[in-house]
């Protein structure tokens, strides 16, 4: 009263389970009517030298997309993005828009994302540099900013000079409540003494 597998001449072969066709051999390959289910450590392996490899490791208890040969490339068309996201969740980690943005998250926070002209830092989203870490300038690493652990630097490394401007430029103590000299654009240069 059930198929279990039917086999056409000059055609395709079906296989069922319980009465539900679950593959179907076509001209151009083979087609699944359901998951596709390997175990712990058997890999699913596709080219001619079993290029690329998808398979989940039971002693390192991780998932695994190797490719061993060329660029591993996943696409998006026009307009649309790759994400990835956490297990289960619409919470995204990374999206790769096509024909735009890359943008980087922390907890579903979009903290990273590049434009046209650079990148840019969203919202109060900060920049950490260990020590001895430099932010660097120009091609011959002209300007640096950077602290040694002991001390910080703003240092002018390259050609020309360090200009320091702006409406009003004051130099203050560590908390910012004291002034130690101000620079008033057409006016005086101040210099204080405790305040």
Do not use: M
């Not at 179907?24 to 058997?42: K, N, V």
């Not at 096509?98 to 434009?115: F, I, P, Q, R």
């Amino acid at each position: 009263s059930e198929y279990s597998i039917k086999a056409f001449g000059n055609g395709g072969v079906e296989l069922y389970y319980d009465g539900s066709k679950k593959l179907q051999t076509q001209s151009w390959g083979t087609q699944f009517y359901g998951d596709l289910h390997a175990t712990d450590d058997i890999r699913i392996n596709l080219g001619t030298g079993n290029d690329l490899s998808i398979y989940h490791s039971s002693s390192n208890a991780g998932s695994y997309i190797q490719n061993s040969t060329g660029h591993l490339n996943i696409e998006a068309p026009a307009g649309n993005s790759v994400r990835l996201r956490k297990n289960g969740t619409a919470e995204v980690l990374l999206k790769a828009i096509s024909d735009g943005a890359v943008e980087l998250y922390y907890d579903n926070s979009k903290k990273v994302e590049t434009y046209s002209s650079g990148i840019k830092l969203n919202g109060t989203s900060n920049v950490w540099i260990q020590d001895s870490g430099k932010l660097i300038c120009g091609g011959g690493s002209d300007l640096q900013l950077y602290h040694d652990g002991t001390n910080s630097y703003v240092k002018d490394a390259g050609a020309g000079i360090l200009i320091l401007a702006g409406s009003q430029v004051q130099i203050a103590n560590a908390g910012a409540t004291e002034n130690i000299a101000k620079f008033i654009p057409d006016g005086a240069v101040e210099l204080y003494y405790d305040n």
